[in-house]
């Protein structure tokens, strides 16, 4: 007798649909298979049984010029749980002659005792720690740690490596047994053209998008690729909305280079020209920025034939008084999106656009979890967590934020109108949304320890 079964719903596996029950005993899948029976019982006739998802991709609670990112910990794990989202990855970023492991402790008591779902870390590798081969001393114990993700960047003035840094840093990683996720940029042009445009008085939103062309970054992409194989280092290349650096991304992996890429909801969805050039623009900056149509139908063929793995968030939430400034330069860069996910690609990818259950799935839960290292979490296995979401296909909402859990006040998703929302989500086994509803509290969430070769 099993402590829960989930009945009559359709199992989303890394083999495929089937249908079967599946027991949890505990916080762990125990069983797939028929007639199975337990002291709990859940109907999930015509629902998709699909595994937590993972998004590998958060700032939660992120400091930056004095401003602090709307989303909590706690609000923000809420608001992914209740989006069918059951572990996220943020950030440890060491400040200035910080060490490393003190970084990552003093992250950890920030999420400690407050997150409502599992979490991890990626540690930042910022300009000073990659300055020399002795700062970098402390990476070994950072991967005995858990963070087998390390962030680089090649843009924004604080954390842009040269590609000596960026080879001195992949070199290190590597050399513990860990991976590089990177923010791939080519920053000093890019600071250089928004100079240019702000002495020559533009202001507008479109300009943060035409101050940093897609060439440029794809550039940044293909150097980034190139410095991995020299120093052996699994990459994987952060939100990617642009035809050029797919190609680079894609050329690399034909090679047989160690490197994948992922994208984000608001570049499958959102276009340069309809939302920077709308009158509330500055809302949409991010970056790399929103892109043509032609680019964000790239993304979703990309989707289709695998060039792109994984969608996560870059979840970034700042209030719309935090957006409004007087320039394009000024305004904080990040979208609000953790709770629409799974819900967003699968309407406008699984309804809309052919994409199978199989890669919904898995771009947003088997895989990131397989990639950074998360041994348990993301398929529906025996032995893995018993992380569940029941998700109800025919679900018909309209994307409001007043009725979500995210704290900016805002969705760039707003008045979207989808088919299919988590019902039920499972965190271990334990029931943290019922009836589309938070019933968890925060807390429960546990640090994941990663490593790339469990």
Not at 243 to 265: F, I, K, M, N, Y
Not at 276 to 305: E, K, N, T, V
Not at 332 to 338: H, T
């Amino acid at each position: 007798m099993h402590d829960l079964v989930i009945r009559h719903g359709q199992l989303i596996t890394p083999g495929g649909p089937i249908f079967a029950d599946l027991a949890v005993d505990q916080d762990r899948i125990a069983a797939i298979g028929p007639h199975l029976n337990a002291a709990r019982e859940i109907d999930a006739s015509g629902c998709y049984v699909i595994p937590g998802g993972v998004d590998c991709h958060v700032h939660l609670q992120l400091h930056l010029n004095g401003l602090t990112s709307t989303d909590s910990f706690e609000t923000g794990t809420v608001a992914a749980a209740c989006g069918g989202t059951t572990t996220v990855i943020d950030f440890t970023d060491p400040q200035p002659d910080q060490p490393l492991m003190e970084a990552l402790r003093v992250r950890k008591s920030e999420a400690d005792g407050r997150v409502a779902i599992d979490y991890g870390l990626h540690m930042t590798i910022p300009t000073w720690h990659a300055s020399a081969d002795d700062r970098l001393h402390d990476v070994p114990d950072a991967v005995a740690a858990g963070c087998a993700t390390f962030k680089l960047y090649q843009a924004y003035d604080r954390m842009q490596l040269d590609d000596v840094a960026l080879l001195r840093a992949m070199r290190a990683v590597a050399s513990a047994g860990a991976g590089v996720v990177l923010h791939s940029e080519t920053g000093p042009l890019l600071d250089q053209l928004r100079a240019d445009a702000v002495a020559a008085g533009h202001r507008r939103p479109i300009w943060h998008e035409r101050t940093r062309p897609a060439p440029l970054e794809a550039s940044a992409v293909q150097r980034a690729t190139e410095i991995a194989a020299l120093a052996g280092c699994p990459l994987h290349i952060f939100h990617i909305g642009a035809a050029e650096p797919l190609a680079q991304v894609a050329a690399a992996s034909h090679r047989g280079l160690d490197v994948t890429a992922e994208t984000c909801p608001h570049y499958l969805l959102l276009t340069a020209s309809e939302h920077l050039a709308a009158r509330d623009g500055y809302l949409y900056i991010c970056a790399p920025p929103l892109r043509s149509q032609s680019d964000q139908d790239a993304m979703w063929r990309a989707l289709h034939d695998g060039s792109i793995e994984i969608v996560s968030t870059d979840h970034c939430p700042w209030t719309r008084r935090e957006k409004q400034q007087p320039s394009f330069a000024d305004v904080p860069g990040g979208l609000p999106g953790i709770e629409a996910r799974l819900a967003l690609v699968h309407h406008f990818g699984v309804n809309h656009r052919d994409l199978s259950l199989t890669a919904w799935v898995s771009a947003c839960c088997t895989t990131p979890a397989c990639r950074m290292g998360l041994s348990r979490k993301g398929a529906l296995l025996f032995g893995y967590d018993a992380d569940i979401v029941i998700f109800d296909p025919k679900r018909e909402k309209t994307i409001r934020a007043g009725d979500l859990n995210e704290s900016a006040g805002w969705t760039p998703y707003e008045g979207l109108y989808v088919v299919g929302w988590p019902r039920t989500v499972f965190l271990r086994g334990t029931e943290i949304v019922r009836d589309e509803q938070f019933v968890g509290m925060p807390g429960p969430g546990r640090y994941q320890h990663r490593s790339l070769h469990s």
